[in-house]
């Protein structure tokens, strides 16, 4: 039996400013994309994306992960309480970012950086793709020290006891998320965008994969209470958002090879496309 550390949410004191481990796990993810994103540009010096446009990601991305990901937690799954309590919506340092949610916002914040520097939205969107799991699971990490997002009841051997919640042998569901959602994720994508694929196919096995670890993870996650929790057929909220994904990677995945869309943009860009891409590189120098 094991109990949970009951971790203090708060990992330093800066004055009156309290550093939160869960904002750090936050910084952690965002260091990950960026390290990443480097080896893979080192690795094809020759693509479309550069140091300064893989900054620009980031930055783009980091507005589409909190304001999609915190805007889907209040409509997915507690919409009743910040309905009630309307300014802890803007309390993001407390927790409650959804993963639906900040996919969304990153899709439509890569959308938008790829039209500033015309470039091919599904060939951004393969580029980050390998970059994102480490960060979700530095997230679950983080849900983790939170003692938030725990399981559901259990008697495995390896159950843990969740003090403020009761005393029952519980799932640690957040590092089975960890373990799924951020390595064996990370794992899959890596080794699958190794190599060139057709344009949109390493976006596809991205819905696919995170569809598949995250609808498997549901089943020993605790339903969260508020607006959804358990809906129809006993399919939770988190495994509904997961099955589009799974479709959509899947045709994603058909279309990219049906097309032959051989080379991607990432691989060899057209001339226009470089020639953008230095221009804004100079710009963003000066």
């Known amino acids: 039996m094991l109990v949970h550390p009951q971790f203090d949410p708060v990992?330093?004191?800066l004055g009156p400013l309290a550093v939160r481990w869960y904002g750090l796990m936050y910084l952690l993810g965002f260091a990950f994309f960026i390290l990443l994103g480097?080896?893979?540009i080192k690795r094809n010096p020759q693509g479309a994306f550069t140091d300064?446009?893989?900054d620009d990601m980031l930055f783009y991305?980091?507005?589409g992960v909190i304001l999609g990901g915190r805007l889907g937690h209040v409509l997915f799954y507690q919409f009743?309480?910040?309905l009630q309590?309307?300014?802890e919506i803007f309390a993001v340092w407390q927790g409650g970012m959804a993963f639906h949610g900040g996919f969304l916002g990153v899709i439509t914040a890569m959308a938008l950086l790829a039209r500033k520097y015309k470039l091919q939205w599904l060939a951004v969107t393969d580029f980050i793709a390998p970059l994102v799991p480490l960060g979700l699971g530095a997230g679950r990490i983080g849900n983790f020290i939170n003692g938030e997002l725990w399981g559901r009841p259990t008697d495995v051997s390896w159950g843990m006891i969740f003090p403020h919640v009761d005393n029952l042998l519980r799932h640690p569901s957040q590092l089975y998320e960890f373990a799924l959602e951020g390595l064996a994720f990370f794992a899959l994508l890596w080794i699958y965008s190794a190599k060139p694929r057709p344009v949109g196919a390493v976006s596809g096995m991205f819905l696919i994969g995170y569809g598949v670890f995250r609808s498997f993870a549901e089943f020993f996650r605790e339903p969260e209470d508020g607006f959804m929790g358990v809906l129809t057929l006993g399919i939770s909220m988190g495994q509904w958002l997961s099955l589009p994904m799974i479709a959509a990677g899947t045709i994603m995945l058909v279309?990219?090879?049906r097309e032959d869309r051989m080379p991607s943009k990432l691989h060899q860009p057209d001339e226009p496309v470089k020639t953008t891409v230095k221009k804004m590189t100079k710009r963003n120098q000066k």
Do not use: T
């Open 255 to 257: 279309w990219a090879h």
């Open 61 to 63: 991305g980091v507005l």
């Open 11 to 13: 990992a330093i004191y």
């Open 52 to 54: 300064s446009v893989l």
């Open 38 to 40: 480097r080896n893979r």
């Open 85 to 87: 309590h309307p300014l």
């Open 80 to 82: 009743g309480h910040y």
